[in-house]
């Protein structure tokens, strides 16, 4: 058994998240735990709603509202959504939570104390309309070094150069359009370049094993050649206060040195949470543990860089020496596991323009199953993808409708209608042998790939047994074996129903990491109670440490959390089948999509698509 700690992308409280949001950190991080977890490793799966920063404050001054209750509400909002959707997390939290502040802020004492965090007069970038500090990414404007229009102030995407908001010609804010203002103020840098040398050795490391996708280790390699220190806080009121600067109640740490400490103060939380303190250091104090960061490309530098530093200047690893604090020695990231982009109708996703497909709008006419059936075998793996209606209807039709369903009802349909049970099976032919050998194989082909993250290629394989499956159907036509009991041919029934059930009950659990609201349908089908894919719930959680908030959280009181016991999720191998378990008439597992819908959703969204797409 190993510990394999599964840290999820944290959505941005600043309004409900939409299908590419969990394409890209939700969906993937869910099949995966969910394996690992069958096939007999410790998963600690958390993450939360990240709550910090200006855009939380703009998208509340627009309501009218205060930042926290802003984030009060999107926080539930996201967390109702992701407990539909069925993504097993043991923790989601969330960044206002006391004990966040608490874990926060002494990682920055610690890596302050060990040398990597240094002063430095920099020239911010204020808003002149409010005088708020506008975070890097909400400036755009032409990258000085190639030349692309809307680069953002940390990074051009077309270059992937890493860039600071002065460097940028043109500057503009993304939110206003406004020229910013830059002023003179001091800020605690984190010295990337004193922590060059041990970054670079442990990405050398990572392309050694092999394991990380192409894309990521050779971007992540290259940030090394511009390395320069990073400002790790901001001109804000709007977040965790600044160790030592307590009276500069403007000055907080940046939101992203504070959102990407969030796996480690969430594997905390659990850990108190569950009664056991110290049961976090498991995940991240033992070398052998091993640790999967789930992600969109746009995330990669945080998760490749800026927290890796972190956790190196933590542990004094960098050029400078150095000793942890009282967290010990912490794991670096085994696999920074980065998505791409899902589009909507060949346009990228955006809220502020109507091109969005909200998780909730989706999941009020849509199976959640069918979403992640889509997200798996059609989403952004290793490549940009497009979400289509047409192509959303023709799979779940034609692969979840057809294919899997189809087997699922016939062969429940006809073991209830002949025998109402699991029946006995005789001996076995060579043509059931062969369909349950290739089924049982599948255990071995299917776990690996989603181990190594191809999870495309999984399903894939999970779905051509599932044709092998059919096929043995019509090849064998049980439907038109009959007689009376003891005969020949209702023997040979008997044991084709037999070698249909274990078919279905083995696919069901290969299938179960992406289908797991199904999978527990189909486990109900064939006698069982439905519970071979435990699912997440939500519980009213008490602040752990009110004392580490400031004022602005007095009363608030406790938060949803994401929680749930996964431990009864079965083994991934096979388990017989029980002879005589009851199999009542089924009712379609999946719904059929009548074709009509695509119309319906492309005119639902006809102001933000182009004319060849809606039509018009």
Not at 188 to 212: K, V
Request: glycine share 10%.
């Amino acid at each position: 058994m190993t510990h394999i700690l599964s840290a999820v992308a944290w959505p941005y409280a600043n309004g409900p998240r939409h299908i590419g949001h969990v394409a890209g950190f939700g969906v993937p991080s869910d099949v995966f735990s969910r394996y690992m977890r069958m096939a007999g490793h410790d998963v600690l799966m958390v993450s939360g709603t990240d709550e910090h920063g200006t855009p939380i404050l703009v998208a509340a001054d627009e309501e009218g509202i205060s930042a926290r209750e802003l984030a009060d509400r999107n926080n539930r909002l996201i967390v109702e959504d992701l407990v539909a959707l069925g993504l097993s997390y043991d923790l989601f939290t969330r960044t206002t939570a006391g004990n966040h502040y608490a874990v926060v802020q002494e990682m920055f004492r610690t890596v302050r104390d060990n040398g990597y965090m240094v002063q430095r007069v920099t020239r911010s970038a204020i808003s002149p309309s409010t005088g708020r500090t506008l975070p890097d990414r909400y400036i755009e404007g032409t990258c000085p070094i190639c030349g692309a229009a809307g680069a953002r102030g940390d990074q051009c995407d077309t270059c992937g150069n890493q860039l600071d908001p002065t460097d940028l010609i043109d500057p503009r804010s993304r939110i206003n359009g406004e020229a910013p203002e830059f002023v003179e103020s001091t800020h605690w840098f984190l010295d990337l370049p004193a922590l060059a040398a041990a970054l670079g050795a442990w990405l050398d490391q990572r392309e050694s094993s092999g394991t990380w996708r192409p894309n990521v280790i050779k971007f992540s390699q290259n940030l090394l050649e511009d390395i320069r220190p990073r400002a790790m806080t901001r001109d804000i009121d709007w977040g965790i206060p600044v160790p030592g600067w307590e009276d500069r109640p403007t000055k907080r740490l940046y939101v992203w040195f504070d959102a990407v400490i969030g796996y480690l103060s969430a594997s905390i939380e659990w850990a108190r949470r569950s009664g056991d303190p110290e049961a976090w250091r498991a995940w991240w104090n033992d070398p052998e543990a091993l640790s999967y960061y789930f992600m969109g490309k746009d995330n990669i530098v945080f998760h490749s860089q800026i927290w890796p530093a972190e956790l190196l200047g933590h542990n004094g690893q960098g050029e400078r020496g150095g000793a942890p604090g009282e967290l010990g020695v912490l794991n670096l990231p085994t696999e920074v596991v980065s998505s791409e982009f899902l589009t909507m109708e060949g346009r990228k996703f955006s809220s502020s323009h109507g091109i969005v497909i909200y998780v909730r709008d989706f999941l009020q006419r849509y199976q959640a199953d069918a979403l992640r059936y889509f997200i798996c075998a059609a989403g952004p793996e290793t490549a940009d993808a497009d979400f289509t209606w047409a192509e959303f209807v023709r799979r779940t039709n034609g692969e979840l409708v057809a294919g899997w369903g189809n087997l699922v009802n016939r062969t429940a349909s006809m073991i209830h209608k002949r025998f109402g049970a699991i029946p006995a099976p005789g001996e076995l032919q060579e043509e059931d042998r062969a369909l349950l050998e290739a089924i049982e194989a599948g255990f071995t082909t299917v776990g690996g790939l989603i181990a190594r993250h191809r999870q495309k290629a999984a399903l894939g394989e999970a779905m051509r047994l599932v044709g092998e499956a059919n096929k043995y159907v019509a090849d064998t036509q049980p439907f038109k074996l009959k007689g009376e009991e003891g005969s020949e041919a209702w023997l040979r029934l008997s044991t084709v129903l037999h070698t249909l059930a274990q078919a279905v009950a083995d696919l069901n659990l290969l299938l179960s990491p992406f289908l797991p609201h199904s999978a527990n349908a189909v486990d109900r089908i064939l006698g069982g109670e439905g519970r071979i894919a435990p699912m997440p719930r939500i519980e009213e959680a008490e602040e752990l440490a009110p004392q580490a908030l400031p004022e602005a959280f007095e009363g608030r009181g406790g938060y949803p959390i994401i929680t749930g016991d996964y431990t009864g999720a079965p083994a991934w191998r096979r388990h017989p089948v029980p002879v005589g378990a009851p199999v009542a008439k089924p009712a379609p597992v999946f719904t059929k999509l009548e074709e009509s819908i695509v119309e319906e959703e492309l005119a639902r969204y006809a102001g933000s698509l182009p004319d060849d797409v809606t039509g018009a």
